[in-house]
């Protein structure tokens, strides 16, 4: 017989885009410009979530993560995709946990009350103090990313309520 094995976790790739160019990142230089344009539709996140909904089988908690890329630089999906997603789960019954992955830069106070309004679990990207984190996370000219990141992570802790905010570090 065939054994379903439920769905817990989707990550939806917002876009191949981003803002920094890492000197350890898996894309390569190559394909930078390129990425630019491949960012994910409203119709095709719904249809992700669609696909969650449907293969979590009894599970009572589902989690959508947003990623990339730089997830933020398709934030403007973002909120219609949380809607539909919280409105499914409340039909199915279920409950829905949302996170996402992001390098810092793009924070905004508006993007921040996001977060916070809808529980958004936040997962910054960061390889330790400036030093080390400039080392290799820079923007695409050359530009180091930490000071200009900095402020953003605090304000997002100073913030954070219900849901912890991350550190994700890479070791190279």
């Not at 719904?46 to 990623?67: K, M, Q, T």
Request: overall charge positive; some cysteine; hydrophobic content about 40%.
């Amino acid at each position: 017989h065939n054994l379903s094995i439920p769905l817990k976790t989707l990550i939806l790739h917002l876009t191949d885009a981003c803002n920094l160019n890492c000197r350890y990142c898996y894309h390569s230089e190559k394909d930078l410009k390129q990425r630019k344009e491949k960012v994910m539709g409203f119709d095709v996140a719904c249809r992700a979530v669609d696909f969650l909904f449907d293969h979590a089988g009894p599970l009572e908690e589902v989690v959508l993560v947003f990623f990339g890329g730089e997830p933020l630089l398709n934030f403007k999906v973002m909120p219609a995709v949380v809607d539909y997603a919280s409105q499914k789960a409340a039909a199915k019954g279920k409950n829905i946990h949302f996170a996402i992955t992001t390098n810092g830069t793009l924070l905004t106070e508006e993007i921040i009350a996001f977060f916070q309004n809808k529980g958004i679990g936040v997962t910054v990207s960061i390889d330790g103090f400036a030093s080390v984190h400039d080392r290799y996370r820079r923007f695409a000219d050359g530009t180091p990313t930490y000071e200009m990141m900095l402020p953003k992570i605090k304000r997002l802790l100073k913030c954070s309520n219900e849901r912890p905010a991350v550190a994700r570090v890479t070791l190279v």
